[in-house]
């Protein structure tokens, strides 16, 4: 499996404020995936982090509220913009395995940065 | 709007008792399903399930798929305190979108 790393692991920010979070995968994949687990709940897709176009955003996520950037195969970032506390929650990253996209592929998640919004 | 299901949300039992946890879904182009175990914030995962009938198996976890009854089960056999975590199970759609189910929280006690 791939190894995945996420910076920060955790942050208290102030409402109104931006967080980037970093992804960084240690080998190149095809797919990576921006999920959010709010409290006590299961995860919840973001959006699909495309290299070298616009991320596909699932319904109910806007990209002026979750700006993603992919520039390469191994690293992704998504920003939380204007903070609220509704959006303290932990935001994984996840990564497809190497094969292409019409090939089963095992899925893996980062270590999760746990965001909290006072 | 696709959906998974799992059952229960919560099962509390003693070690070496062996437990049975229930993933039922309704998705569009299904691709695969997927359970993860997580403990503390990143899912670690355990199976990827794509034919009905080939149980997955690793030690005392072990998996099956049904695709006519739209269901899987995993089983843990000899369960330890180790396997305390939520339970996760995932169907993967077109483009490895994956939908979660709402998990099932295993307490193992001594």
């Known amino acids: 499996s791939a190894v995945i790393s996420q910076k920060p692991s955790r942050d208290i920010c102030q409402r109104g404020t931006s967080l980037t979070i970093q992804c960084q995968v240690d080998?190149?994949?095809?797919?990576m995936f921006w999920y959010r687990q709010q409290p006590g709940q299961s995860l919840t897709l973001i959006a699909t982090?495309?290299?070298?176009?616009?991320?596909?955003?699932e319904s109910g996520f806007v990209i002026d509220k979750f700006p993603i950037s992919r520039p390469n195969l191994t690293f992704s970032t998504l920003t939380v913009s204007n903070m609220s506390p509704e959006d303290s929650s932990i935001y994984l990253c996840?990564?497809?395995?190497?094969?292409?996209?019409?090939?089963?592929?095992?899925?893996?998640f980062g270590p999760g940065t746990r965001l909290t919004v006072l | 709007e696709d959906k998974v299901v799992q059952s229960p949300l919560s099962l509390v039992v003693h070690e070496g008792d062996t437990v049975t946890l229930n993933c039922s879904y309704e998705?569009?182009?299904?691709?695969?399903l997927l359970w993860y175990k997580q403990e503390k914030k990143a899912p670690t995962f355990l199976f990827m399930l794509?034919?009905?009938?080939i149980e997955k198996k690793s030690g005392r976890l072990s998996s099956i798929l049904d695709k006519k009854e739209l269901f899987s089960i995993l089983n843990i056999t000899a369960t330890q305190t180790g396997d305390s975590a939520v339970y996760l199970c995932?169907?993967?759609?077109?483009?490895?979108?994956?939908?979660f189910g709402e998990g099932t929280q295993l307490t193992v006690n001594p």
């Open positions: 996840s990564v497809a395995g190497r094969g292409t996209a019409d090939s089963y592929n095992e899925q893996f």
């Open positions: 080998s190149q994949v095809t797919m």
């Open positions: 982090a495309n290299q070298g176009s616009e991320a596909t955003y």
């Open positions: 998705v569009t182009n299904f691709r695969s």
């Open positions: 794509t034919s009905s009938g």
């Open positions: 995932a169907v993967e759609a077109w483009g490895s979108r994956l939908t």
